[in-house]
């Protein structure tokens, strides 16, 4: 009776999340949605921009909304603020051919030749790229459930089979555990940012008298170090770092959006 | 000693003690003056400390300076007599550059005599950035700077030439570089040095020269060059021991401006605009060449295009050649040189590609061409080269030129008149417009945990019941080794017992006692089971002699009081099984 009670407790909890998850405007997203895509095909990519902008500040989004802010600024010439949509679509929607094409095209038009930096991790597990985070997580669950499973067969039968199986589920678990924590890593602390205005001054401090080091333009990507008082400690390179205002820049990760998605 | 002489000495020690109180007397202060009270940007403002009374305080720290940029200007000491009271001085001469307008108040200096600080007064310098004061042709220094043109188009460079002339000696200099938004300015080679005669002086001349281009059209303000240095200004009478020391005095920074300009950028026109026109602006020429004309079918021929000229020479694209049927094409990878004139960048692209016939006979070889920007006539213009004829004679149709891209790689498949997608236009590709696309993917984050932590738990779980199980099972047969002798007791009291039943019996007590899986053993195996378990020796072979008399009576059983005694042994015995082997 105990089991029977606690077993409909854990589904009602279960179905409760789900309502509350479900559980939203969602009218008034699509007609905001469909308002920005008219807008953006009468050629009126301001008033698209502004209203997907709204979209997404009236809570999370799909990569989809990302993309099209994307291609509303570029169509304004703002490559800084398109790159950097694209990005921010690029962690939802991570293998779509649209998106990888329009971000390329975008690059193309930017001033500054910059290599992003790329950690060992991200070479390592490099599968991580084309999946998003909810992706990576349900390859580890299903490898973690055939483990168990695995381990459970093994506690009333060990035969020659399952050990095997064991030993390579084991093998796949760690590296797909691994993956998925170097996912989340990598998406809660993207430092990542793009310059969003069409010159933006390097300097050698966090003070406009400090001598000029080097100039990024729109779209330059560049990684966050340091903030100080309205200043930002940028990295392009091993050998190029400075201060920059932090107005001319924008951060890739949204604040709240820990790990990108769901 | 002469009487005269101790005189002397004693007034020689008089006068020194004089001195001496004079100097101890003197009251130590510092003071710190400015030679003025207002000053712009680019004047230099020359501030004065003085410390009084000791020529032994450390040197003096002042605050208020931050705005500026301080060169230090030398030490000077000096000894004085003021109404008999004599006095020494040290003077410390500072040289304040301004940095940016305000008023500021500077002061007090501090120095350190001793255990104690002395600080000074305190004075006010206002800056203003008003225009910096044009040096003039009659100054020993002054800079010059000219721009080759105000009016250019979009990505048109121009020139701009710096000359500082003077003739005095300086040394460290340096040039604050131009910060305009938008505008990019490249230094041309390192700067010549030479002489030049300005309103009848001999000067001599620095002259450096920089590439100006802006990306975007509109109009830019180009502010004054601002050169610093230190100057060495020569004394105009000997000293007084004449011409040892006579030389130079001690440096002095100098600061000098240049003019300012204003370049205006035009759009390129849209008129005109050729479709393949890919943003090339300036003078460009194009040679193109085809080495050797005739060659054997299968053996390559080399056509070069060579495009040089100055303007935006990062632009020159990438020259197309057009092959003609029955020719294989093998490009070759370009090669870009870019160096400084004195009339902006210099460019030079070479590109060369390998034609193989595949079959004698003679082809004709379209011309290359290419479209640029001309300022200076404003207009579009397109270079073209002659077109080659090539002739191929009757030979080898297997070679192929080595260090050459594949035809693969570079224009088509071999052997067939497949061409390159040509790339007419760029631009984005449209929006999403689905709006399943609206929201992120989710999960229910309690699905999500549940999925990753329920299979461990029911793993735990099935190894928790497990476990407890066996526990219990281990349990069982305790319980049951506990009850063992009350059970033999028990049958031996019963009215079944017989000597058969009693053999069974023991060996059933035997066997749940020492948890044993069962069978059948003998008195001497019985006797080596009790002692391996740690039974007293005495008291197994007692069970053993029991037990083998026990197998006799089985056979003969003897009477019923015979059989009693036996069962009562037996009783005894068990009991002490049972004490000894717990």
């Known amino acids: ?262 | 000693m002469a009487p005269g002489k101790k005189v002397i000495i004693w007034f020689l020690c008089f006068v020194l003690f004089c001195f001496w109180t004079a100097i101890v007397r003197a009251e130590i202060g510092v003071e710190i003056e400015l030679d003025r009270t207002d000053a712009s940007t680019s004047d230099l403002a020359t501030l004065q400390v003085t410390v009084s009374g000791t020529q032994s305080a450390s040197p003096p720290r002042i605050e208020g300076t931050e705005a500026f940029r301080v060169t230090r200007g030398g030490t000077s000491t000096r000894m004085e007599i003021v109404n008999g009271m004599m006095s020494a001085a040290v003077d410390y001469t500072f040289y304040l550059q301004p940095l940016k307008k305000g008023s500021y108040i500077i002061g007090p200096a501090t120095v350190e005599v001793g255990q104690r600080t002395y600080s000074s007064n305190r004075v006010t310098l206002r800056v203003s950035d008003e225009p910096v004061q044009q040096a003039s042709p009659s100054s020993p220094v002054f800079l010059k700077a000219s721009l080759s043109k105000s009016l250019v188009y979009r990505e048109e460079p121009a020139v701009l030439t710096l000359k500082l002339f003077y003739n005095v000696r300086i040394s460290n200099l340096s040039l604050d570089k131009w910060e305009v938004p938008g505008m990019e300015f490249a230094q041309i080679g390192k700067g010549a040095e030479y002489q030049s005669v300005v309103s009848g002086e001999p000067f001599q001349v620095v002259e450096v020269r920089y590439i100006v281009s802006a990306a975007k059209p509109g109009t830019y303000a180009i502010p004054p060059a601002i050169m610093q240095m230190s100057v060495y200004q020569e004394r105009r009478r000997p000293g007084l021991f004449g011409d040892f020391f006579f030389g130079v005095t001690p440096s002095r920074p100098l600061t000098v401006s240049s003019n300012g300009f204003e370049l205006t950028v035009k759009e390129l026109p849209s008129e005109g605009r050729p479709a393949d026109f890919s943003g090339l602006v300036g003078s460009f020429t194009l040679e193109t060449s085809l080495d050797p004309t005739e060659v054997m079918a299968g053996d390559s021929a080399t056509v070069t295009a060579v495009l040089s000229g100055t303007g935006n020479v990062r632009r020159i694209p990438e020259l197309r050649l057009q092959e003609p049927a029955g020719v294989k094409k093998y490009a070759d990878q370009p090669s870009l040189d870019i160096k400084p004139e004195n009339d902006g960048y210099f460019g030079k692209k070479t590109m060369k590609w390998a034609l193989v016939p595949k079959n004698a006979g003679t082809y004709t070889i379209p011309s290359i061409s290419v479209s640029y920007f001309e300022p200076v006539d404003g207009a579009y213009k397109r270079l073209s080269g002659r077109p080659m004829v090539l002739t191929a004679k009757p030979g080898n149709i297997t070679a192929k030129p080595e260090g050459w891209l594949s035809p693969e790689t570079s224009e088509g498949k071999i052997g067939s008149q497949k061409k390159e997608v040509e790339l007419l236009g760029e631009d984005i590709l449209p929006i999403h417009r689905s709006a399943a696309g609206l929201n992120p993917p989710s999960m229910n984050p309690i699905l999500v945990w549940t999925v990753f932590l329920f299979p461990p738990f029911l793993f735990a779980g099935a190894v928790a019941s497990r476990t407890l199980l066996r526990r219990n099972r281990s349990k069982t047969h305790v319980l049951r080794a506990r009850k063992a002798a009350a059970g033999f007791i028990a049958h031996c009291k019963s009215d079944e017992c017989d000597a058969a039943s009693l053999l069974n019996a023991w060996r059933r007590f035997i066997s749940e006692r020492l948890t044993l899986p069962g069978g059948y053993f003998g008195p001497a195996e019985c006797e080596a089971l009790l002692i391996r378990k740690g039974l007293d020796e005495k008291v197994a072979e007692n069970a053993r002699n029991l037990m083998e008399q026990l197998e006799y009576t089985v056979f003969s059983p003897g009477n019923t009081d015979a059989r009693s005694r036996l069962a009562q042994e037996w009783i005894r015995v068990v009991k002490k099984v049972d004490k000894g082997l717990k």
């Open chain 1, 1 to 262: 009776m105990k089991w029977n009670a606690l077993m409909i407790a854990v589904l009602m909890l279960l179905v409760q999340g789900t309502a509350l998850v479900s559980a939203e405007p969602v009218h008034d997203r699509e007609a905001l949605f469909f308002k920005a895509n008219e807008a953006y095909r009468a050629e009126r990519f301001q008033e698209a921009a502004q209203t997907y902008e709204q979209l997404i500040d009236s809570g999370p989004v799909g990569g989809d909304v990302y993309y099209n802010l994307g291609n509303c600024y570029v169509k304004l010439h703002r490559f800084g603020p398109a790159l950097l949509n694209y990005e921010r679509a690029h962690v939802l929607i991570p293998r779509d051919a649209d998106l990888a094409y329009n971000s390329n095209y975008t690059m193309k038009q930017t001033l500054d030749k910059i290599w992003p930096e790329r950690h060992f991790l991200d070479n390592t597990f490099f599968w991580t790229d084309s999946l998003t985070l909810l992706e990576t997580g349900m390859v580890f669950a299903v490898i973690n459930v055939l483990l168990w499973t695995l381990l459970l067969i093994r506690l009333w039968r060990r035969s020659e089979w399952s050990f095997y199986a064991l030993l390579v589920c084991t093998a796949v678990w760690f590296v797909s555990g691994a993956a998925l924590g170097w996912k989340w890593y990598a998406l809660a602390h993207d430092s990542r940012a793009v310059v969003v205005v069409d010159e933006a001054r390097v300097l050698a401090g966090p003070d406009p008298q400090d001598t000029l080091l080097f100039k990024l333009h729109d779209g330059a990507m560049v990684v966050r170090e340091r903030r100080e008082s309205g200043w930002e400690l940028i990295r392009v390179s091993k050998d190029k770092r400075g201060w920059i205002r932090a107005d001319q820049l924008s951060a890739i990760r949204r604040t709240g959006d820990p790990s990108g998605d769901g």
